[in-house]
């Protein structure tokens, strides 16, 4: 209740500053495949501030990734949910989008392909080890105190031909493979 609470006042302190319903832009693009990257030299994304690109090759999937998951947010793109750690810090990112729009295909996925997370401070490559769907209140579906480098991506689940919001939700784990 309290991680709530505070990405509630975060979320409502911070959109205030970028504004209301603007989506920033700060993504400039890296070639930082591999190395160390130290944590001052980044600048982290502000709420709503689009920070970086995701692409899924074999889906044709390219998009942009913004932080914070609010409805809004939701209707622009790819985005990381602000109690998940960032990528390339060593735990679990957690990215959702829509499967109306932007992640309609993600149920063609397979084991062993390939998301590419591209952000201002470097590249970073999941290769996809499983796939689930669970309830929207599983609190087993993910886990984003995990102590190793990981993916997670979900949408609604499109069981039955359905789009929109469902009490299901697919996800998609992928394991770190290289990056900063």
Do not use: W
Request: contains cysteine.
């Amino acid at each position: 209740i309290i991680d709530i609470g505070i990405s509630v006042f975060n979320m409502a302190t911070l959109s205030a500053e970028a504004g209301t319903n603007e989506i920033r832009d700060t993504f400039k693009g890296s070639s930082v495949f591999s190395g160390v990257v130290n944590a001052k030299d980044i600048t982290f994304p502000k709420y709503s501030e689009s920070f970086g690109r995701v692409e899924i090759e074999t889906l044709g999937i390219s998009l942009p990734l913004i932080f914070g998951d609010s409805n809004y947010q939701l209707s622009r793109g790819l985005c990381q949910y602000m109690g998940s750690s960032f990528p390339g810090t060593g735990s679990t990112v957690l990215i959702g989008g829509h499967n109306s729009s932007f992640l309609y295909n993600l149920k063609n996925i397979k084991v062993g392909d390939s998301v590419k997370i591209t952000t201002n401070y470097g590249v970073f490559v999941y290769k996809v080890s499983g796939t689930a769907v669970k309830n929207n209140n599983d609190k087993t579906a993910y886990e984003l105190g995990e102590k190793r480098e990981n993916l997670v991506l979900y949408t609604c689940y499109y069981g039955g031909g359905s789009l929109g919001v469902s009490a299901k939700r697919f996800f998609v784990y992928a394991d770190f493979l290289s990056g900063p």
